[in-house]
């Protein structure tokens, strides 16, 4: 049985901090994984006929960042909620639980726009909504 000794493998291993950081997004070609599963997460919620109107909305709002944080305004999360305490009428973990946060900007594009094809014709004339 062979035994794995530094000479044979360069060496002691060494870590490099900066390959081994873990990123928030990982990519497989071009589709990145976590925004591909809050679109999933996203699906159970908002019917399939008013999914791409939303997904146009949350893509060019906040890119699928649940921490997603508009530097001037301080709009916060996917649906960008201003103020951001707005969320917590759907949840107390609304800082972090895209559930919370998809819930709660479904209901607010409904409540505002008669839902995400009237919010996603208002940001294409406003680029905001």
């Not at 996203?42 to 909305?57: E, R």
């Not at 906040?62 to 917590?88: C, H, I, R």
């Amino acid at each position: 049985m062979a035994v794995a000794t530094p000479e044979i493998y360069g060496g002691p291993p060494t870590v490099d901090t900066v390959s081994t950081r873990v990123p928030l997004e990982r990519t497989v070609g071009s589709i990145a994984i976590i925004p591909l599963a809050l679109r999933g997460i996203a699906l159970t919620i908002v019917p399939l006929h008013q999914f791409d109107s939303f997904d146009k909305v949350i893509t060019h709002e906040s890119s699928w960042n649940v921490f997603a944080t508009n530097p001037d305004s301080g709009a916060y999360g996917l649906g960008q909620a201003l103020p951001p305490e707005k969320m917590a009428t759907h949840g107390v973990d609304w800082r972090f639980n895209p559930v919370t946060q998809i819930r709660w900007t479904y209901d607010y594009m409904n409540r505002r726009y008669g839902g995400p094809d009237g919010a996603w014709k208002f940001w294409q004339a406003n680029h905001w909504y």
